[in-house]
């Protein structure tokens, strides 16, 4: 856990990361409105929420803390617990496809959609340029499987004023988003996707963040068994002690 420190060292209650909120708060305030995806979410025909469905979004660790203010003050323990098993699966699925945990597969919408991250905003407005020079390299590493999840962009969606976004208002944020990260206390050496890097997807901040060394290293543990069956039946049995867990901090309460 040691290339992961700044999830200890890093938590809500630290001022940079209370002040860093609102800064976040601005540069999203900042993006472009944009229409067409909850028009057409719940529509089979047009995208059956297609992107929340098979692709993991990554985000940044200040823009997980922001979500985490944000959810840990309206779910409950039982919905904290689901959300748990969600990304413990997600965490041994080795499939490229895994989908997001806060997307409600049931009732197709999201539960963190009104504070979501900056990638979110800019799926389907990204540039043409941008968004193909990720395409191809997509098609090309997962090249074995790629009509299960990767697709060209989405083209339902759209600015609200139909003004597009340029290659210069992507670096733009992106920088500004940068330095906010780098403001909560993370080194920009750590700014990337790799390991111990704070550029990762939700269940992974969500586990790091929240779960003790020996459940994780458990989860290790579990990744390497044959039989899917076995997993999930070892996820429900962590999921158990946590909800165990939780009903006894009711009680103290």
């Not at 209370?18 to 976040?24: A, E, M, R």
């Not at 999930?232 to 006894?248: R, T």
């Amino acid at each position: 856990m040691e290339q992961y420190e700044f999830y200890q060292n890093i938590r809500l209650k630290n001022k940079k990361v209370k002040d860093s909120f609102s800064l976040l708060n601005n540069l999203y305030n900042k993006l472009p409105k944009t229409k067409g995806c909850l028009e057409n979410i719940n529509k089979n025909e047009c995208c059956g929420s297609y992107c929340c469905h098979f692709q993991t979004p990554q985000l940044l660790y200040c823009e997980f803390l922001y979500i985490w203010d944000h959810l840990k003050q309206k779910i409950s323990d039982n919905e904290v617990c689901e959300l748990f098993r969600k990304c413990m699966l997600n965490s041994i699925n080795n499939s490229p496809s895994k989908g997001c945990v806060f997307f409600d597969k049931s009732k197709k919408n999201c539960s963190i959609h009104k504070f979501r991250p900056i990638n979110c905003y800019l799926y389907g407005i990204t540039p043409t340029e941008e968004f193909d020079r990720r395409y191809k390299r997509l098609k090309e590493q997962y090249k074995n499987n790629i009509d299960s999840f990767i697709r060209p962009q989405c083209k339902l969606v759209s600015t609200i004023n139909g003004k597009e976004v340029s290659s210069e208002d992507i670096d733009k944020w992106w920088k500004e988003i940068n330095k906010i990260e780098k403001s909560i206390g993370i080194n920009k050496n750590k700014i990337n996707d790799e390991l111990g890097g704070s550029y990762r997807a939700p269940h992974d901040h969500i586990l790091l963040y929240n779960m003790p060394d020996n459940i994780l290293n458990g989860l290790a543990g579990i990744r390497l068994y044959d039989n899917w069956v076995d997993k999930i039946i070892a996820i429900d049995e962590i999921v158990n002690i946590l909800k165990n867990h939780f009903k006894k901090l009711e009680k103290v309460k």
